[in-house]
């Protein structure tokens, strides 16, 4: 079987075309999920850590900025604040009382009801 030369072209304008459909697919994903300020409601702040802001976005959760968002919680926290050496401290109503220390949580109570 031969390839004719015209036919690698058309191959590479194909797969070049998926890989840009495939890149701008993921941008409108990334665009969806990152918080939008002009569109989404912030019902709280903290400043924590040395250059952080927590930001309660409501039923979109617990987001952090520092350069870029990071969401930290799909949760809707009740309250939080920061506290210790680059803690934030949530309370997250019935799922608890949690710390987080920039890279893992901890939880410290139990919810009530």
């Not at 210790?84 to 109570?109: E, P």
Request: charged fraction near 15%.
């Amino acid at each position: 079987m031969s390839i004719q030369k015209n036919t690698i072209p058309l191959v590479m304008v194909i797969l070049l075309s998926m890989s840009v459909a495939s890149m701008l697919s993921w941008a409108s994903v990334a665009e969806a999920v990152e918080p939008q300020a002009s569109s989404w409601i912030a019902e709280g702040l903290q400043a924590w850590g040395d250059h952080d802001l927590a930001v309660d976005f409501g039923a979109r959760g617990l987001w952090s900025y520092n350069g870029a968002w990071i969401q930290l919680s799909r949760l809707n926290p009740a309250d939080m604040a920061s506290w210790g050496n680059g803690r934030l401290a949530v309370n997250f109503g019935t799922h608890g009382l949690w710390t987080y220390d920039g890279r893992a949580w901890l939880k410290i109570s139990s919810g009530g009801e």
